[in-house]
């Protein structure tokens, strides 16, 4: 049986401004990509966020990102390799404090926006990254952009790494995400991001946004927790897997 993890981002809320429906959402996934500090979240959401996944015995994950709340970590940021390293490795640390608290190993560590898209083509910042999470706890797992720098560099580094694809993202030939200021970029349509989800799962291929067929090894299935159509759209990808007799399952358990 095809095993597959659904994933999403999360603990994203900061201090009086609510980001999502972290409640309603962690529930119907198996993996949830925490926020650590940098580019959302404060120390009670990531307490409240890591607890309730606890509850729900889901896989827990650290999402670092740039030190950017303003622009939500998806502005580019020149940073040197020694400086991603720590930034990672600091994040890191905040979130497995309340892993501690709450008697849960972390299972992963996914960059957040800027960080994981410029990793994803750059290989020294995503060697400096997988160093860090290396160094932490070796025993992570990377989850990353199928055939991205993040991938390889985990695999030179000897990190488990799993294969990640975006639901609610657009694709260009070479892979890699369409840019968010790109028309076109985000899935809205619940039928759309459904088909495209059973396709690369079923036969491991989906349509770029120029319409040609590009070849995509996956592992996870992510819903960006911000996302309008977030809760309809794990739900409905959570129900329609399972009716294609596809085993949903958090990434520890396969990886």
């Known amino acids: 049986m095809k ?33 650590c500090g940098y580019h959302a979240s404060d120390p009670v959401v990531m307490m409240k966020t890591i607890q309730m996944a606890a509850e729900n015995g889901i896989g827990i994950g650290a999402h670092p990102g740039f030190p950017d709340l303003m622009g939500f970590g998806r502005r580019n940021m020149n940073i040197s390799t020694k400086e991603a390293y720590a930034y990672v490795m600091y994040q890191l640390g905040a979130l497995d404090a309340f892993c501690k608290k709450y008697g849960v190993k972390m299972q992963h560590v996914k960059p ?24 932490f706890d070796h025993d992570l797992i990377l989850l990353g952009l199928t055939g991205s720098e993040l991938i390889h560099a985990s695999e030179a580094v000897g990190l ?30 619940e039928a759309e991001a459904l088909e495209r989800v059973i396709k690369v799962v079923k036969e491991g291929t989906v349509t770029s946004i120029t319409g040609k067929e590009i070849s995509l090894d996956i592992n996870s299935i992510c819903v960006h927790g911000d996302g309008e159509k977030a809760l309809a759209f794990v739900k409905l990808i959570g129900e329609r897997l399972r009716k294609e007799n596809i085993s949903v399952q958090a990434l520890h358990k396969f990886i």
């Open 3 to 35: 095993c597959v993890d659904l994933n999403c981002d999360l603990g994203e809320s900061f201090g009086n401004y609510k980001i999502g429906m972290d409640e309603e959402v962690i529930p119907l996934i198996t993996s949830a990509n925490v926020a």
């Open 112 to 135: 957040h926006g800027a960080l994981y898209n410029m990793a994803g083509k750059d290989y020294s910042l995503a060697r400096a990254v997988c160093e860090a999470v290396y160094d």
């Open 160 to 189: 488990k790494h799993a294969n990640e694809f975006f639901a609610d993202r657009a694709y260009e030939e070479d892979g890699s995400l369409v840019a968010r200021s790109k028309a076109g970029s985000m899935i809205t349509d």
